[in-house]
């Protein structure tokens, strides 16, 4: 329940990503405003975590996952009925704040897990959690090319509220860690942050990884929708398949980090990330067809990369002080949507000017620097 809860409920920050070619045209709205909107999104998202997330140390999470559910379920209606794009621009927002009911479903399966398995457990969710995200691509597609953008958003507003309801009848209550008032929880994170090295390195390393893989999938649908392959909103989406093989490996990473250390699964992962990310500077010389291949391959291999190092840095941060896991894991997922909001951001404004070599030499570059920080110490 668990994993389809976390899934279900951070899919909605991705479901407009391979839409936006149709939605632009339909709200009439230019290339570089719809870019904004997964921004938004994945801002609103790292603001609800680094402002709310906090939350699940002081109060129950059961009852935190419950009026998430509820703003999320509205915002996302709001979405559908949309008339324009700066209604959608706020809807976005309002998605993005919400949608971090994710982030307290993670560190309640932690706090239920035992200790010599959380690595495991914590693997199990995030499968459902990056499923979440990376098929929320391959049926937004198909659902915008066949019935439209709009049903895609009131589909996921009727998910949201099934999880809602199960999670009123099945979830327990969860005890508060600590008794600090809201704002000695924020001030708080400050204090783990100049603390603890390792949450620090953590953060940033997930941040960096997080700039390309936000940059790729951000423009990915606007690229596949231009010259030469003239593509819709289901191709695009279709490509959230391959990365979907990423989700598979987050109960072995899991695993690999109970018995040899999440920092190794860290290295690894963002390895896999740089050397994905670098070969698609090949497209460039290669025929429409085998760019969709190479585009594939790398899909594939750099989101292996990052949920492999994801689940590594989580292991790392949830074993740093057990009181204060929502708040690790809060300047965690901050700085890793901070990274996204960034790459979205930047690829927008580099593949209007520049062109899609431009949105793969940052997510390579950003990669690399990961990778160098991971070796450093």
Not at 67 to 91: G, H, Q, Y
Not at 158 to 183: D, Q
Not at 285 to 296: I, N, T
Request: overall charge positive.
């Amino acid at each position: 329940m668990l994993a389809a809860g976390a899934g279900l409920s951070v899919a909605s920050l991705y479901y407009s990503q391979p839409m936006l070619g149709v939605l632009g045209a339909d709200v009439g709205a230019s290339t570089q405003s719809v870019g904004l909107l997964p921004t938004l999104t994945q801002f609103g998202y790292a603001m609800g975590i680094l402002l709310l997330a906090p939350l699940g140390d002081r109060r129950d999470r059961r009852t935190i996952i419950l009026i998430k559910a509820a703003v999320l379920c509205a915002a996302l209606f709001m979405a559908a009925l949309s008339p324009s794009i700066s209604t959608l621009f706020v809807a976005s927002l309002v998605i993005g704040l919400a949608a971090t009911m994710a982030q307290d479903i993670v560190p309640a399966a932690a706090t239920l897990a035992p200790e010599t398995h959380r690595g495991k457990v914590v693997g199990t969710v995030m499968t459902g959690l990056l499923f979440g995200i990376l098929l929320s691509r391959v049926v937004s597609g198909f659902v915008a090319e066949h019935w439209g953008w709009r049903s895609m958003f009131a589909s996921a507003g009727v998910s949201i509220a099934v999880v809602g309801l199960v999670a009123w009848y099945r979830l327990p209550r969860f005890k508060a860690t600590t008794h600090l008032s809201y704002f000695a929880l924020l001030r708080s994170l400050g204090a783990l942050w100049n603390r603890h090295a390792e949450l620090r390195r953590a953060t940033w390393s997930q941040g960096l990884l997080s700039v390309g893989f936000s940059a790729f999938w951000s423009t990915l649908a606007v690229m596949l929708h231009a010259a030469p392959f003239n593509l819709g909103a289901a191709a695009a989406g279709a490509f959230g398949l391959a990365g979907a093989a990423g989700a598979l490996i987050a109960p072995v990473a899991g695993r690999i980090a109970d018995r040899h250390g999440p920092a190794l699964v860290a290295r690894l992962g963002a390895g896999l990330v740089v050397g994905s990310f670098a070969i698609m500077g090949l497209s460039a010389f290669m025929a429409p067809g085998a760019q969709l291949w190479l585009l594939v391959a790398s899909a594939v291999g750099f989101d292996l990369g990052i949920q492999a190092a994801l689940i590594a840095h989580q292991s790392i941060v949830y074993g740093i002080d057990p009181g204060a896991r929502s708040r690790l894991n809060a300047v965690l997922f901050t700085g890793m949507f901070i990274g996204m909001a960034i790459g979205s951001a930047l690829a927008a404004v580099l593949f209007a000017h520049f062109g899609w070599m431009a949105v793969t030499a940052l997510a390579t570059a950003s990669a690399l620097a990961a990778l160098v920080l991971r070796m450093t110490r």
